[in-house]
């Protein structure tokens, strides 16, 4: 079993940064690991996601040259840096695990954690 938990969340202005933050718990071989965002009334959807070796990142066309993800194995841990933020960034955020990566880019990963909000208003 893996425990995730997200934090970052918050409330920010058009243009502004923020950085959420995923820890990974429990037993587990290595993992891909990954961000998905649900808005308000839509599905949840697929933002960014790196493998167990981190020489593998994919990222949802939206957010290309804007969100980073990177992750720090010896602590178990995923980032999703956004910067200019817009307000279809808005929405709750996602962190997913899974040992296949193309699993945790489809959405189909094993583990999910609860969710950080993040609202980009002016």
């Known amino acids: 079993q893996v425990q995730l938990v997200e934090s970052g969340g918050g409330l920010v202005q058009p243009g502004e940064s923020l950085g959420l933050s995923c820890a990974a718990s429990g037993t587990f071989g290595d993992l891909a690991m990954g961000w998905f965002r649900q808005a308000p009334g839509r599905d949840r959807t697929f933002v960014a996601a790196?493998?167990?070796?981190?020489?593998?990142?994919k990222y949802t066309d939206s957010v290309k040259g804007r969100f980073t993800i990177w992750r720090d194995i010896a602590k178990n841990m995923v980032h999703l840096q956004m910067n200019s933020l817009k307000p279809e960034d808005t929405g709750v955020y996602y962190c997913?695990?899974?040992?296949?990566?193309?699993?945790?880019?489809?959405?189909?990963?094993?583990?999910w954690g609860r969710g950080t909000q993040v609202t980009v208003s002016s």
């Open positions: 790196v493998n167990w070796n981190k020489k593998l990142k």
């Open positions: 997913s695990t899974d040992e296949a990566f193309d699993r945790v880019v489809s959405g189909g990963g094993a583990f």
